[in-house]
């Protein structure tokens, strides 16, 4: 089974500043998948991706196969970044998605 | 465009009672799935259903039933609510075609969120 750890598992930080989560899994994957789970609860697909990196807007997402890890970064952090950011990846041979625990952030004003 | 609908958002049930989560998408995937999301957890695999038709358990799948009645609808039913049963339900649905990875992407209901006395 595949591990995913996610750090920092909290994170609050001050609007304006440049924002990284890390993702970890222990098992080589076909694809990783960041989502964004709001205060309300509803849960939103951010990126997918295999390799390299990825951007959307001021969200950037990377991945490196060779070290199991990727990252996501937020530019310019807003408080409507807030929010639990989650890491999945999608093992070989299936459509099955293993998470992690998530990472809750919080942008002061 | 709705996506993917879940009802209820909120249930309350005593021990042993039954009852059934409804999912509903309108995006012609071909994959949906049922999920369970615990304080300090990540979400776990209760079912899954490839296609029309089938149907195979996931991570945690105990207590639990699944129907897939068409390609739009996947539906939980709990048939003996317990205590243990209490989480947050999510519903999601994807095209899941190995070839693309977009494809594979999941689109997630709102939730349900369960509490059983």
């Known amino acids: 089974k595949n591990e995913v750890e996610q750090s920092p598992q909290n994170l609050t930080a001050q609007e304006g500043e440049f924002i990284t989560i890390n993702c970890s899994y222990s098992v080589g994957i076909s694809a990783l998948h960041w989502l964004q789970q709001h205060p309300g609860g509803g849960i939103v697909s951010l990126f997918m991706?295999?390799?390299g990196k990825k951007k959307h807007g001021r969200l950037i997402a990377t991945i490196n196969i060779q070290e199991k890890h990727s990252s996501l970064h937020i530019t310019a952090s807003h408080p409507r970044d807030s929010a639990v950011y989650i890491c999945a990846v999608k093992n070989f041979g299936n459509e099955k998605l293993t998470f992690g625990t998530g990472t809750r952030l919080t942008i002061i004003p | 465009n709705a996506g993917v609908t879940q009802t209820p958002k909120f249930q309350v049930l005593k021990t042993g009672q039954s009852m059934t989560l409804q999912c509903a998408q309108d995006?012609?995937?071909?994959?949906m799935y049922w999920y369970r999301q615990d304080p300090g957890m990540g979400l776990r695999l209760i079912y899954y259903s490839a296609s029309e038709g089938t149907t195979d358990k996931g991570e945690v799948p105990n207590g639990y039933n699944v129907s897939r009645l068409n390609k739009r609808e996947f539906s939980l039913r709990l048939e003996s609510a317990a205590p243990s049963q209490t989480s947050v339900y999510f519903c999601a649905s994807s095209e899941a075609q190995v070839t693309s990875l977009a494809k594979n992407i999941q689109y997630f209901g709102a939730g349900t969120r369960l509490s059983v006395l």
């Open positions: 995006m012609n995937h071909n994959s």
């Open positions: 991706l295999s390799s």
